[in-house]
């Protein structure tokens, strides 16, 4: 299993909509994830970290799921400029200091 | 302001032919990242610098080199690039291990 999967998509989801990404992890060392955000031919923007507690901002909420290894990023009333890449940071191995990136969902909000 | 910077944008090269890619940082943070990105694929760490200890990935060629002469600075070297080594490379930094990273621009090579 690889340590940190996505599923690829893409998501095609009409403006206003609620959308929602998981990303599974198999290292459970880790005390934090991150969510990336990438456009097209652009670097990785840090979206959001995802502590214990999970964390909102505005639109954007991720939570974390130990139990089941998963966290996850929900975007709501998603607008025409959420369209691109996002990218899921896990841990790489069990001493949760070394991150791999998972190969990312592709969302598209269409008009 | 720029906090990663990367130069060049965007670089081509022959087959063969040696090339240095540059990456500075105004955020004084302590791990310096080279990944590699290929289309449509996630960021491949090649290694990275906690402060001056280099950290090689077992699957990075030895092709591909870096230097760290000192904190801001960090270069990735493709001692001979192939057809295969076209891609994005990403410079990151992060304060710690265990922290988000910040990425640059990006370097886009060409190898012809």
């Known amino acids: 299993r690889k340590e940190v999967e996505q599923d690829p998509g893409p998501f095609n989801v009409p403006e206003g909509a609620t959308v929602a990404f998981n990303c599974t992890y198999s290292?459970?060392?880790?005390?934090?994830f991150f969510w990336y955000r990438q456009d097209c031919r652009k670097e990785p923007k840090l979206l959001m970290s995802v502590y214990s507690s999970g964390n909102e901002d505005g639109r954007f909420t991720a939570q974390l799921n130990r139990a089941s290894q998963y966290i996850s990023l929900l975007i709501r009333d998603s607008k025409l400029s959420d369209s691109a890449t996002y990218l899921c940071v896990g841990p790489r191995d069990n001493y949760g200091q070394n991150f791999v990136f998972g190969p990312g969902t592709r969302l598209s909000v269409l008009p | 302001d720029a906090m990663v910077i990367q130069n060049p944008r965007y670089q081509v090269t022959q087959f063969g032919k040696p090339v240095t890619l540059s990456c500075s940082q105004t955020?004084?943070?302590?791990?310096m990242y080279w990944y590699q990105q290929k289309s449509s694929q996630a960021p491949k760490l090649l290694f990275h610098?906690?402060?001056?200890?280099?950290?090689n990935e077992a699957d990075t060629p030895d092709n591909f080199q870096s230097r760290r002469p000192n904190t801001s600075f960090c270069f990735l070297d493709i001692r001979s690039p192939g057809l295969g080594d076209a891609a994005m490379y990403l410079c990151?930094?992060?304060?710690?291990?265990?922290?988000?990273?910040?990425f640059g621009p990006g370097t886009r090579l060409t190898v012809t």
């Open positions: 610098y906690y402060d001056k200890d280099f950290n």
């Open positions: 955020l004084n943070h302590n791990v």
């Open positions: 990151a930094t992060s304060r710690d291990l265990s922290f988000e990273q910040y």
């Open positions: 290292n459970s060392a880790s005390q934090s």
